[in-house]
């Protein structure tokens, strides 16, 4: 499950592998306990059921629980990576740690913002599957962009990412703001572009924005609710919001797509200018505690980035991919994407939404 062989480039430039170097575990490091941690702990993530899931299963029991009291700092990457950047100079910053994608990551790390991880204060970061280790960010998740539809108006599951611009489908088709990046990877898959060269991406949202006259939701949530009052039929989002939705009695399902699935990892970086690094170790340890992580992700259906966790295999089968689905794995390439993220959100902005 979700082994180095299965995702050979998840976390590589086109050449170049990025989250190995400087981020070997050693044996030793079990044996070395985390340092005591106390205080106030400012963190930032996503908000909605992504913050209820953290608190439930991981801050609550395993962290504040240990005298630490969290703060929550509520908003999404783009507000997170501007306060960050904010306080780049300040002699100390405000957030001990906040919540990203790997791409995210990978893009402040360039900015010389995030702290290298210190692997001896975080002892169950040896479980933590090869190809997801990085030298600044530490994995708790991992999923993939998948098709989305309501099988009450659509019998057959979509298989490709080309049945977005279905005519079928106009004024039905759901796109999610919030995942603005994704939909552009997925027009230039299907525009002749790929994941390191989305330039033709562009011309096929226009042609969507034209001909299928989409509904754009800012959050998941509001997508999630789209597709309840069946005001969409189809959309894109990760395979396990799909699972969860069904699973809380929405009328959708999930469809991988034959161009494979564009891959997500979400977890954490420490800035450099953290006031209580200390604490924030603890919470990054907290996260890959193998019950905890479970619950984390049977609740959310995401797959897990360590491979101890405790999950029931049924839950296993449903949110894993098959040998043959991570072949066709459709891997971010960070630095491409980091050099040119600002240009395409203003490009979708201005372009798609304006």
Not at 191 to 200: K, L
Not at 327 to 332: C, D, K, P, S
Request: proline letters at 7%.
């Amino acid at each position: 499950m979700f082994e180095k062989s299965n995702f050979p480039n998840l976390f590589a430039t086109r050449r170049k592998v990025v989250f190995g170097a400087g981020a070997s575990l050693g044996l030793s490091m079990l044996a070395r306990p985390v340092a005591a941690q106390s205080g106030e702990l400012v963190i930032a993530n996503w908000g909605g059921d992504w913050n209820d899931r953290c608190m439930r299963f991981i801050e609550t029991p395993l962290v504040e629980s240990k005298g630490v009291k969290i703060v929550r700092a509520l908003n999404l990457e783009p507000e997170r990576k501007t306060k960050l950047l904010a306080e780049r100079n300040l002699p100390r910053g405000t957030l001990s740690l906040a919540q990203f994608t790997a791409g995210d990551a990978h893009e402040l790390n360039e900015q010389g913002i995030v702290e290298p991880i210190d692997y001896s204060k975080i002892p169950n970061a040896v479980n933590i599957r090869p190809s997801l280790r990085s030298p600044y960010f530490v994995p708790f998740i991992v999923g993939g962009l998948t098709l989305a539809y309501n099988p009450k108006y659509i019998k057959s599951p979509p298989t490709s990412f080309a049945e977005l611009w279905n005519p079928e489908y106009a004024g039905k088709l759901g796109v999610l703001d919030q995942s603005f990046f994704n939909w552009i990877y997925m027009a230039a898959i299907v525009g002749g572009g790929g994941m390191s060269n989305v330039d033709p991406g562009f011309a096929k949202l226009l042609e969507m924005k034209q001909k299928m006259k989409p509904r754009i939701y800012p959050t998941h949530q509001h997508l999630a609710a789209g597709f309840a009052n069946e005001e969409i039929w189809i959309s894109a989002n990760y395979s396990a919001r799909i699972h969860q939705w069904e699973k809380d009695g929405v009328s959708v399902r999930a469809s991988f797509p034959k161009e494979g699935a564009v891959t997500v990892v979400f977890g954490a970086i420490i800035p450099k200018k953290a006031p209580n690094k200390d604490a924030a170790y603890l919470y990054l340890n907290s996260f890959l505690d193998p019950k905890g992580l479970g619950q984390f992700c049977e609740a959310s259906m995401y797959a897990p980035a360590i491979t101890n966790v405790i999950i029931p295999d049924a839950v296993k089968a449903k949110i894993d991919f098959t040998p043959e689905q991570s072949a066709r794995l459709q891997n971010v390439d960070y630095a491409y994407q980091a050099k040119n993220m600002a240009n395409w959100l203003e490009r979708w902005n201005k372009e798609f939404k304006g």
